[in-house]
C-alpha cells in the first residue's frame, strides 16, 4: 500500500511557533525523506467557518497567511499537494454519507470535541457544524487515503473516531474501500504542546501569547524577554525551577548543542544549564537572550522565503488553486468508490439497469 500523509491546518490567523515544532518543522521532514507517495496539506477553511460562520472575512483574509507560512517554512508545491477544503465538495458527500455511522451519544464523548466546546463556551447552543467535525475530519482524511496522520496528542481522539468509521463503513457495506490511518506523534516531547510566553498551557492566537512565524526580529525579542519563567526565582542566586519554566520549555523545542558553542560557550549542553539554573546562580535575563539567539537563526530563513512570496501572491493563489484540482480529483476517486460499495452508482450499475429493464419486460 502506499504511504499517504494528510495534515493541515484552520486559516483563523497566522501561524505561530507552536504550530512549527508541532508539526510544520515535521511536515518538511517528511516531505523531504521521501518515504510518502504523496502528502496532502489541507487549508482547512470549511472547519473554520464551524465556529467563524459569523466572520467569514476573518477566514477568507487568512487564507493566503497560512498558505505563505506553509511555503514560507519549506513545504514545496512540487512535492507536497497544498489545497484550501472548501473548494473539494467530494469531502461534504463523503461527511453526509459518514454521518449516519456515528450516534451523537458517541460524538458527546468524544474527549476533543468536548473540550473545544468548553473552550468556545458552546456549551448551550452547539453548532452543529461544529459538533459534527469529526466526521467531517474523517471524510478529508479517508478521502485522500491517508495512511499516515501527524496529530498532536489533543487530536488522538479524532483519529480514533475516523478509524471506528472506517471500520463501521466496511462492516455495513461489505467492502473494504477505506484506509484505516495511522498516526504519527511529535518526535520530540517538548514539541507536543508548546505552551503561550505567558505560561499559559497552549499557544493561543486568541490569548496572544504566540510567537509568530512572521514576527520580525523585534518583536520575537521583545516577547522572549517578557516570558513567563519561575516566579520564585526572584534573585539570580535564588534556586530556580526548570520544570514548567517556559524559557526551557521552548529551549527543549528548538536548542541544539552547537547553539551552545556559538551563542553561550558557559555551558557544553542543555542538561548543564538546567542544573546551574536549579542550583542557582544563573539569571533569567541571560537565558533569554540565549532563546532569543536561538529563535532568531530558527525562523530567519524562515522570513527571508516568506518576504519573497508575500511579492506573488498571485502566484500563491495560483498554487492553491492547481493543488485543489488535484486533490479534488483524489477524492473523486475514492468518493466513486465509497458510492458503488453503497450501491448508490445508480446510472454507472448497467447491471442494474439491465435487470430492471429485464424485470419490467417480464411483467
Given amino acids: ?27 518538511v521532514e517528511l516531505q523531504n525523506s521521501g518515504e510518502y507517495e504523496k502528502i496532502f496539506i489541507m487549508i482547512a477553511d470549511a472547519q473554520a467557518l464551524t465556529d467563524n460562520f459569523d466572520n467569514p472575512e476573518k477566514v477568507r483574509q487568512n487564507i493566503v497567511e497560512v498558505a505563505l507560512d506553509y511555503l514560507s517554512v519549506g513545504l514545496d508545491p512540487t512535492r507536497s499537494t497544498l489545497f484550501v477544503q472548501s473548494q473539494i465538495p467530494e469531502l461534504t458527500e463523503l461527511t453526509f454519507y459518514y454521518m449516519n455511522l456515528v450516534t451523537v451519544s458517541r460524538l458527546q464523548r468524544n474527549p476533543t470535541v468536548k473540550s473545544e466546546i468548553q ?15 469529526p466526521i467531517s475530519q474523517a471524510a478529508d482524511i479517508t478521502a485522500f487515503r491517508a495512511t499516515t496522520v501527524p496529530v498532536g496528542e489533543d487530536q488522538l481522539p479524532m483519529i480514533e473516531q475516523t478509524r471506528e468509521i472506517v471500520r463501521r463503513f466496511h462492516a455495513v457495506y ?6 484505516e490511518p495511522e498516526v504519527l506523534l511529535p518526535n520530540n516531547q517538548a514539541c507536543l504542546r508548546l505552551p503561550g510566553i505567558d505560561g499559559k498551557a497552549k499557544m493561543s ?15 520575537i525579542r521583545k516577547k522572549i524577554m517578557s516570558m513567563y519563567t519561575d516566579p520564585l526565582h526572584l534573585q539570580v542566586s535564588d534556586p530556580g525551577h526548570v520544570e514548567g519554566n517556559t524559557v526551557f520549555t521552548y529551549l527543549d523545542a528548538f536548542c541544539k548543542p552547537e547553539h ?3 551563542y553561550c560557550p558557559d555551558y557544553s549542553c542543555l542538561d548543564e544549564m538546567k542544573n546551574h539554573y536549579r542550583r542557582g546562580g ?6 533569554k537572550k540565549f532563546l532569543n539567539a536561538v529563535l532568531q537563526e530558527e525562523l530567519e530563513p524562515i522570513r527571508a522565503r516568506r518576504t519573497v512570496w ?12 492547481a493543488g485543489s484540482s488535484a486533490a479534488r480529483q483524489a477524492a473523486a476517486e475514492t468518493l466513486d468508490e465509497v458510492k458503488r460499495a453503497m450501491k448508490i452508482n445508480y446510472f454507472e450499475d448497467t447491471s442494474l439497469i439491465r435487470e430492471q429493464a429485464a424485470r419490467y419486460e417480464n411483467t
Fill in 1 to 27: 500500500m502506499s504511504k499517504i500523509i494528510l495534515t493541515g491546518d484552520r486559516p483563523t490567523g497566522r501561524l505561530h511557533v507552536g504550530h512549527y515544532v508541532g508539526s510544520l518543522r515535521r511536515r
Fill in 119 to 133: 473552550l468556545r463556551n458552546f456549551e448551550t447552543s452547539i453548532p452543529v457544524g461544529f459538533f459534527c467535525y
Fill in 174 to 179: 461489505g467492502t473494504e474501500v477505506l484506509v
Fill in 205 to 219: 492566537k486568541s490569548l496572544g501569547n504566540c510567537i509568530y512565524l512572521s514576527d520580525n526580529p523585534e518583536e
Fill in 260 to 262: 551552545f558553542r556559538q
Fill in 282 to 287: 544563573l539569571g533569567d535575563v541571560k537565558i
Fill in 310 to 321: 508575500e511579492k506573488d501572491i498571485a502566484g500563491v493563489y495560483e498554487i492553491l488553486k
